[in-house]
Every structure is written in C-alpha cells, then in structure tokens.
C-alpha cells in the first residue's frame, strides 16, 4: 500500500516521499526514487496510520484478553497441606495483572488495553484442569494463557494442542510438549528431558555418583515423567550403570495413593540393592518417599531432578519432609545462600523485581526478605524477628516478556506474530539460570543455565549466626544450598 505527499510538491519530491506502511507493524519505510535509486530527504511527508482490527481470538480492536491460570489451593489446604493465608486466589492472580493495570494506565499496548480473565484448578483434580482449560479456550476465547508455577503439564496440550492458544508456562515442561505445538507453548525452564539428561550427565561428570553404581529412577505415570526418567535411564546406561525405575501411578490424582506408592518405593529400592536413587516426582506428591526414608534410614544416597514443578524451588523446599536432608538437586533455581556460607544480595534485576512486590502488595509491610517462602508474613525467627515473603520470581519475569513480544508483535497481534516476536527475546530473570535467559528460533524454553544444589534442614530454634544464616540458609526455613557455586551451560 502506497500514498504520495499533496499536489503542491515538487516532481523529485514526490518520488521520494512515497511511503509503504507494514500493515502489520505499521512502520514506515521510505521508497527510493525509481529514477535516481537514492532517497533525497523530502520536505514533507504524509503517513499513514493503520486502524487496529480483530486480528485473531482473543483480541478485537481495543483490548487483548488474557486468562491467568492459577492453582485454588483450598484443597491442599483441606488436606492439611501448610500454606499461608496469603496465597489467596486474588494474590496470586494479581501477580500479573498488577503489572496489567500498569500497562492501561499508560495507555496499553500499541492502543489496546489488556483484558484479564481468572481461571482457577485444584492441583488435586484432574476434572478441575481440564475445566480450566474448557473455560479458558472455548468460554472465555482467551488470546493466550499464562501460568507461572503449578499446573500440570499434562493438561497443557488442551490449550495448545487441541485450542491452538498460546500458554506461557513458568515451569518446567516435556520437549514433546513443546515439539506438538512448537508456535504455542513456551517455558521458563527447560524441558524434563533436558533437566533429565543434564542432570544425569552432571551426577556422572561431578562425581555425585561412582562407576559401577546401581541407580534406582522414581517416576510418576505422567507423560513428562516419564519420557524424563526414560532420558536419565538412557545416559545412566550408556555410560555404563544398571538401572531400576518405580513408577508411581498418578490415576485420579489422587494425593494418599500416590504417597503410599512412594513410601513403599524406598523398601523395593533397598531390595533392589540400588546405590543412589533419582527422584522426579512432584513434591506433593513425594512427601510419602521421604517419610519412609526418615523411618527405615536407608544407606542409598538420593538427587531430585527438576523435571517437576517447584521441585527445587524454595516454596518447595520449606514444605519438602526433613528427611531429604542432603539430597542433591540439579536445577536452573537460584539460591541466596553461598556455598562457602554467607548470602549474596539482589542482582540490579531482582532488586527491581522486590521494589515492585512491596509496591504491588501493601499486605508485605514495605517488607520482603530473602528466602522466605512465598506469601508468608510475620514468619517468625527463634530470635524473635518477623520476616516476610520474597517476591515471586516467576511472574516478574514472564510479566517482561510479554509486554515486549506484545509491542513487537504488530498494531494487530496474531498467535503467529507473538510467537515470532517472543523467540527474538533474551534478557534478565530473576531467581534462575544464573539470572539470564533467551529463547531462539527452535529454544522454546528461556533458561540457559543449570547447577547442583543440595537439600539443608533449619529447626524452628535455629538462630541467625555472624554469617547471617540459618544453618547456612536465608531464611529459618529449609532451603538449597550451592554445592560449588558453578553454573553449566545447557547445550
């Protein structure tokens, strides 16, 4: 599409002020003078503005609508499992849509205001995923989804698969996943094969487990599982180890059996005569394992492999059975707690990233500490000092990306053209992959970086010591230590 400047200009001038409008990103691009083949600079020109349309589902002329997937923790509360009054379904939802509001008032993006649609699951039902999937794609007709910690990978495929919507996923999910609908899904960490075979590497390359090892894998019947435990076994046996994997059964979901079926796990292993044991089951799932490895003290040494959600995250750690105490974890996690003792502070990001919590949620006091787990407030220490939460990683990086493949995406976004947009970005993130990130043209995934962290127990009377730790940690809570403070590039 082409438009000449007005009739009182001159011939040359006329020529060198046609302009071609990208009717996508309306930009302006000067054509050259067909004659001469250079571009004089005109005196005048006239540019055309290109009206914002329905361009795909999800986004009409003034607003893109985006639902936030969070989990309705009720039902863990239900069972007893400990969480802080502050994980509301609101809190977490205004995890992203703080930012949101943000961006309208400064009129929004490229003109259109985001529109915000929550979608809650129970993390304990499979029915309640698949109906946040239901409500989001055909309901709600959102443009993309967004979900920073807890939902199942395996539902993912509805969204990305079966309704072709985007879903910006702040765990860890299976490559295969990403390779069904590789225009859709994107993560922030990498895939379970991915964490799976760098992990297993890593325990061969490190040292963390000796030639001639029996190796044992828990799995859990979950597709991401259990292609990720199939990655481990594959390097664990081309390298010369025998392998036995136990597979827990993930029917229904259902919290007690799948306990049960970890407890009874640790005596097959010890039958089995394995040496080390690698454990990729979800940490709700997993407390069960850990309460027997407490009970029968088995001499086999144990590695989490982050190819779960929130294995190896601090929320995680504070809620993971004391018996882990020492279990190794390879992980794209951050840690504040210094291999050699001590705490390092917030990187320039993660310093933004704080300011903007304490701003988003007065509910903190103008007070977030370091490696207190998420939502906490007053968490007290033996010493009588009241902490509260850290910020949420996850979503402040996501909230980053977005905005930027948003602007970039054109004046009438598609699926397609965020998608192009999203694999030209690489930046900051917070609390992970020594604190940056990139996705690429076939790197779904923003993590770029892994290291070994080890599991470290902290009493309710543990007291701050000179170094400013609890035993080593940021926090009188659980926590994962460095064990050499080394980060390995993934290739």
Known sequence: MACSSGTNTKPSELEATTVVIDDQKGSEVTKKNPSTGTAPTPLRKEVLTVERKASDIGVTAESIKIAVVIPDLKGLRDIGFPLPAALSNQHLTERFTKYFDEWNDAGGINGRMIETVEISWDPLSIASMEDACIKATLDEQVFMAVNGPGFSPEFIPCFTVESDTIFLYGEVASQALIDAAPNRLFTLNPPAEVAATVAAELAINQGLISPGQKIGILSMEDAGLLIASSSAKTVLEE???????????????????????????????????????????????????????????PTWERTLIDSAPSNCTPFGASRTNPAADGAICVTAYDSYALPGGGLRDDGNFQKICRREWLSHFPIFNDQSNIGVPSGEVGLETFDGELLNSDFAPWECTMVRFIKEALENS???????????????????????????????????????????????????ETTRGEDGTFNGCPAPVNCWIPVSGEWFSID
């Open 410 to 460: 054109g004046i009438n976004p598609t699926r397609d053209s965020f998608a192009d947009a999203l694999r030209e970005i690489s930046g900051p993130m917070a609390f992970r992959s020594d604190g940056e990130g990139t996705f690429g043209p076939e790197k779904n995934y923003y993590s770029t970086k892994m290291w070994v962290v080890r599991f470290t127990i902290v009493s309710s």
């Open 239 to 297: 390298s010369g180890y025998e392998t036995v994997t136990i597979t827990i059964s993930s029917a229904g979901l259902d919290n007690a059996s799948a306990n049960a079926e970890g407890a009874a796990a640790v005596s097959q292993f010890t039958a089995e005569g394995v040496d080390h044991v690698f454990v990729m089951v979800p940490f709700i799932y997993a407390s069960g394992f850990w309460g027997e490895i407490g009970e029968i003290q």
